[in-house]
């Protein structure tokens, strides 16, 4: 019998642990679900004969190592943080690892000794890193077959509630981890426009948001996501002279979050005495820069931000709550962990809501061997959850992995080493069992002129 480890039984959880359970039963395997809150844990098992859950500190690596030495494969969903240690322990331990996280230097560096050890790390095979890479690289072989070159590469990732399930002002809910949310583009961006790399530091990230047609949805805004540059190699488009990928958000989501941001809310650095005990008109307080007598806080605010007090972004900032006599309550000791309590509570997904998910890919291509005209080709995937059932993030996040797992564990992927998505072992298979599930991009070519 092959034993699967799940590391983190979050939000994104959920439809990834259900499928394996599954898988499961058809292939004689075990799986365990590890997580610092054992109830939880125990919920996303659900009593199933062939699962059980247990109770993990992400920082007792005594522990980990334990219960990898047990397990086959490793399934890694725990915070970034913990990326390389887990995934050190699992090629020292001979266990294949699948994240859904992004692959970091460090990871990477493992590649060597992983192949040496005929394990597999397998990372970014989630919804955005994961579906993103593998639906791009599927178009970008198809084009370079037919003799095309890719002269402008943008892609666009998504987590949003449904156009029908925006019940809140800021027209969003918390589907995956909160901290990544309210942590979102702290080291920056970067990215490459007619040839000239942008850098953005963290604060103007979202001030430097556009809109984006989505097919079948709309106008929806774009800011940069990380570091565009690094996958103009791992997609083999060093000549590409645009390449940009972002996140979309409803119109209106970037510039309420980049005074946000300008304000120091999301700091995970300093600890604040006695935040338990303090207000968060308090909270607030401390972040700016002098007291003006006779001004109310909300005043002060919109006067230290530049904007306008009666505004639209002074609205949001008031629904939020950030003005209020509202006592914090036990939550951290940093506002950032004050931020994700709060967004955690604000933004929800009601029972009767859905989430929506989108993947958009626009590639400007020429033939430069040929007389056909330039075209554009746009490739847009949308998928919704179910109201009271299984996110469209959790589905979207969870199905790639499940289905990575069973290539690795029935010996369909034979590749070794530390890897990303991007290969056609590995994405071809991937993308016909979503495919199969429903989840599948419609592609267009728009033809331009030369």
Known sequence: MKHILVLGAGQSSPFLIHH????AERHDWFVTVGDRDAELAAQRVNKHARGQAVAVDANDISLLATLIKKANLVVNLLAPAFQHQIAIECVDLRAHMVSASYRDRNVRELNGEAQRKGVLILNEVGLDPGIDHMSAMKVIDQIRSRGGRITSFVSYGSGVPAPDSCSNPLRY???????????????????????????????????????????????????????????????????????????????????????????????????????AERTWAELVEMFLPRTVAGATIEERVAFHLKISPTGKIMDNLRWLGLFSDEVVGPVGETMAEAMIALLSRKLVLHPQERDMVVIQHEMEVEYPDSDAPKEKHISTMIAYGEPGGFTAMSRTVGLPAALAVELILTGALPLTGSQIPTHPAIYTPILAGLEQAGLACADRVIPLKR
């Open 173 to 275: 809910a918390i589907t995956w981890n909160p901290r990544n949310v309210v942590m979102s583009s702290e080291h920056g961006a970067q990215y490459m426009i007619s040839g000239k790399i942008k850098i953005v530091p963290y604060p103007d990230v979202f001030a430097r948001s556009w809109p984006v047609q989505v097919d079948g949805i709309g106008t929806m805004e774009a800011y940069p996501n990380r570091d565009s540059l690094s996958y103009r190699e791992l997609y083999g488009l060093e000549h590409t002279q645009q390449m940009v990928r972002g996140t979309l958000r409803y119109p209106g989501w970037s510039e309420t979050w980049c005074q946000i941001v300008r304000l120091g809310l999301p700091n995970e650095t300093l600890r604040i005495p006695h935040l």
């Open 20 to 23: 394996l359970l599954q898988l």
